[in-house]
């Protein structure tokens, strides 16, 4: 069975660190991966998917980027986080028409 | 800008009843639809997938679609407190061939014991 795994769970950081969020699944090959964030307040925002290794699209400008160095790993990641960059980042699988979330990483900016 | 509405809630029902989530959107070319369950400090959790007009159910869970009026729903009968939670509808967007999900900003549901 596919699963999937985010770290670290939760994480505060100070405005101007650098970020990085990874994730990977496990039990399929070549899946499509999204990076989502959900403010507090807000619906989950897709910033980022991927269809293969190297292949990023991304959804909304912003300070942050991604990277899929392998198959199942996917990289979330930021120079300088910025306070607006706090909330819940979400990792999803695709299999078949339906998407997958992993457990996420509560990201605060102080 | 391609839009999923949900009403914000709480909506809240007293144990064992039924409760009824409503969703509305605007891409006639949506092809795919998702209920999607995410308790306090949780990730979403895929409860119920539907892809033709009618109803579909899976034990307590009926998820309901009407393309014509852009509009599905979700009934949970015989409602328990463990469902206490937000509910997402998501969307895909982009036509039959996107993968691409946008989502409502939930409905919090809460069952009174």
């Known amino acids: 069975s596919q699963t999937i795994h985010q770290w670290p769970a939760t994480l505060v950081q100070p405005v101007g660190s650098p970020l990085s969020l990874e994730c990977t699944v496990e039990g399929t090959s070549n899946p499509n991966l999204y990076w989502y964030r959900q403010a507090a307040g807000r619906g989950l925002q897709l910033l980022f998917y991927?269809?293969?290794?190297?292949?990023i699209s991304s959804e909304v400008p912003q300070n942050l980027s991604a990277s899929r160095p392998q198959d199942r790993q996917f990289i979330l990641s930021s120079k300088k986080l910025l306070l607006s960059d706090s909330g819940f980042y979400l990792c999803?699988?695709?299999?078949?028409?339906?998407?997958?979330f992993g457990p996420g990483t509560r990201l605060t900016v102080l | 800008q391609k839009e999923v509405e949900q009403n914000s809630g709480p909506l809240s029902v007293p144990e064992g009843a039924i409760a009824s989530l409503n969703c509305t959107y605007s891409?006639?070319?949506?092809?795919?639809f998702f209920w999607y369950r995410q308790y306090s400090g949780k990730s979403p959790e895929l409860i119920m997938s539907i892809y033709s007009n009618g109803d579909k159910e899976d034990g307590r869970f009926t998820a309901q679609l009407n393309k014509a009026s852009q509009y599905v729903s979700l009934l949970i009968r015989d409602s328990q407190p463990s469902d206490s939670a937000t509910y997402l509808c998501?969307?895909?967007?982009?036509?039959?061939?996107?993968?691409?999900?946008?989502f409502g900003k939930g409905t919090k549901l809460s069952v009174i014991p």
């Open positions: 891409d006639r070319g949506s092809q795919s």
């Open positions: 999803a699988w695709r299999g078949g028409r339906e998407q997958f």
């Open positions: 991927s269809v293969g290794i190297g292949q």
């Open positions: 998501a969307v895909n967007i982009g036509g039959a061939g996107s993968y691409q999900l946008t």
